[in-house]
């Protein structure tokens, strides 16, 4: 987690922007200006929309990324997104994961993994290639801890391999988080709170020079209080927060997320930062498609320097 730290306080910014595109975030101009290159490169056409689609991604990224590289330390591609697309969507996931890389920016693979250990063990091939092939360029991947310790070890071997990082999730931030996470457990906790104690106790043994360990959690915006407790419950444990911005999540909600330092914690913003150019009067349908990435790049930039100042308002 030290390297996500440092370019925390390096940017002053503890955020990150996701990357989860859709067709209806990605200017249509953007896709349809694509028609014709995709329609010459494809061996079969019915394979032409999801390359369609998957190439405007790209072009879209690129546009997000170098809006933001610098203002903010970090990115998160959501892979659901590009899965979606088949084959040219899992390829636009690795290029854009690589493009942004190369932008400096710490890149978390927003893949939710979790399986018994040996298929935990190829999912944790994101994070160390294969034979010394690194496909992915990921410095980190989210996990889903509802195997328990087995469907997780493969993931924290590999981070510790590779010097990378895993988040797991704890809190999530959906409105149905709580039908099993907040069930209560004979000892009087909640299931939640168990998965706290896990994650610290899976982290213990690799925590860094800033005092976190490789294993981070995925703690919900939309949770403020309980939060606020896990924040104390895991010393050690560094927040990956979710839910900011498009699902209501504010900066004050996020507060007790952070230490006494103001560190601790990373918040995402996806649609609110990628999809900001739709909310700008200025977009017109009939803008050519240099124009559209032109404001999808302005109204990008100014959405992760408000959230930047919004959080650091309340850090
Ligand atoms: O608890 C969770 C865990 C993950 N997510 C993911 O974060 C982004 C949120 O997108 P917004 O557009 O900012 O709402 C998305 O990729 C989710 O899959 C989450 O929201 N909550």
Sequence with gaps: MDRLIDAIEATQNPSVVGLD??????????????????????????????????????????????????????????????????????????????????????????????????????????????????????????????????????????????????????RTSNPSSSELQMLDLADGSKVYERVADLVEGWGADSIGAHGYSRVGAVVGATHPEEGKALRTRMPHTFFLVPGYGAQGGTAADVRGMFDADGSGAIVNSSRGIIGAWRKDGRYDPSMSADDALALVDETARDAAIRMRDDLRAVL
């Design 21 to 170: 595109p859709t067709e209806a975030l990605v200017p249509p101009q953007v896709v349809a200006g694509l028609a014709e290159e995709v329609r010459d490169s494809v061996e079969d056409p019915a394979e032409a929309p999801a390359v369609q689609l998957a190439s405007a991604f790209y072009e879209f990224n690129r546009t997000i990324i170098d809006a933001v590289a610098g203002i903010v330390p970090a990115v998160k591609p959501q892979i659901a997104m590009y899965e979606a697309l088949g084959p040219a969507g899992v390829d636009v996931y690795t290029m854009t994961c690589d493009y942004a890389a190369s932008r400096g920016l710490y890149v978390l693979a927003d893949a939710k993994r979790g399986d018994i250990g040996s298929t935990a063990a190829a999912y944790a091939h994101m994070l160390t290639g294969v034979d010394g092939f690194d496909p992915w360029k990921v410095d980190a991947v989210t996990v889903n801890p509802y195997l328990g310790t087995d469907g997780i070890t493969p993931f924290v071997d590999a981070a510790k391999e590779s010097d990378k990082d895993l988040f797991v999730l704890v």
